[in-house]
C-alpha cells in the first residue's frame, strides 16, 4: 500500500441522481432507512426537501426577533441615558424622558441589530463559510451548479457501512455512486 492510499480517509458516499423529484424521494428512503448525517445537493431549492430530509423548522427567526427587541431597547437605553442622566436639559417645555422622540432610532437599530443577526445567524446555522469538503473533490459533483442532482451520506453515521450504503444508494436510483475521501 502507498504512503497516498494510507492518508486517505473516507468520507462518505455520494450519489447523484437524475430528476429533482427522483432526489426528493430518494431524501425520503435515505431519511427512513435512518441516515441522520446526509445532505441533499442541487442546483435550486426543491421545495418539500427540508421535510423529506426529516429536518426542523430553523431557529433563524427567533435569533432574528432577540437581537431586533435588543438593538430597540439598546436605542432607548442610550437616549434615555444622554437626554436624562447625562445631559438633562429640558428643551421647548418637553419632559426630560419624551420617548415618542426616541422612536426613530429605536427603529433604525431594531432594523440593524436584526439584519445583521440574520446574516450572522445564518452563517452560524449553515456552517459557513466552509471552503473546504470532500464533495468538491469529485469531478461529476461540479454537475450540481447546473444539472446535477446528488446525496452524500457522511461516514460517520452511524448507519454507514461502505459495501451496504453504495449498494443501499444503487437501490434507490443512484447513479455515479462514488467514494468521498478526505485527503
Known amino acids: 500500500m502507498s504512503n497516498s492510499m494510507a492518508d486517505t480517509k473516507i468520507f462518505g458516499m455520494l450519489a447523484e ?3 429533482p423529484a427522483a432526489l426528493l ?3 425520503v428512503k435515505v431519511r ?5 448525517k446526509f445532505d441533499c445537493h442541487s442546483p435550486f431549492p426543491i421545495h418539500g426537501m427540508d ?3 426529516g429536518m426542523k423548522r430553523s431557529h433563524l427567526g427567533f435569533i432574528i426577533a432577540i437581537f431586533a427587541l435588543i438593538g430597540a431597547v439598546t436605542g432607548l437605553g442610550l437616549q434615555y441615558w444622554v437626554h436624562s442622566v447625562e445631559y438633562p436639559h429640558i428643551i421647548s417645555g418637553k419632559p426630560l424622558f419624551a ?10 437599530l431594531f432594523v440593524l441589530f436584526g439584519a445583521g443577526s440574520a446574516v450572522l445567524g445564518m452563517l452560524h446555522i449553515n456552517r459557513l463559510p466552509r471552503f473546504h469538503h470532500p464533495v468538491f473533490f469529485s469531478d461529476r459533483f ?5 444539472d446535477g442532482f446528488f446525496i452524500s451520506i457522511e ?3 452511524p448507519q454507514f457501512d461502505l459495501r451496504k450504503t453504495a449498494a443501499f444508494l444503487q437501490e434507490i436510483g443512484g447513479i455515479h455512486i462514488e467514494r468521498l ?3
Open 17 to 19: 441522481f437524475e430528476t
Open 25 to 27: 424521494k430518494a431524501a
Open 32 to 36: 427512513n432507512a435512518g441516515y441522520k
Open 51 to 53: 421535510k423529506a430530509m
Open 99 to 108: 420617548w415618542q422622540a426616541y422612536i426613530i432610532v429605536m427603529f433604525a
Open 142 to 146: 461540479s454537475k450540481v451548479t447546473t
Open 155 to 157: 461516514a460517520d453515521d
Open 181 to 183: 475521501e478526505e485527503q
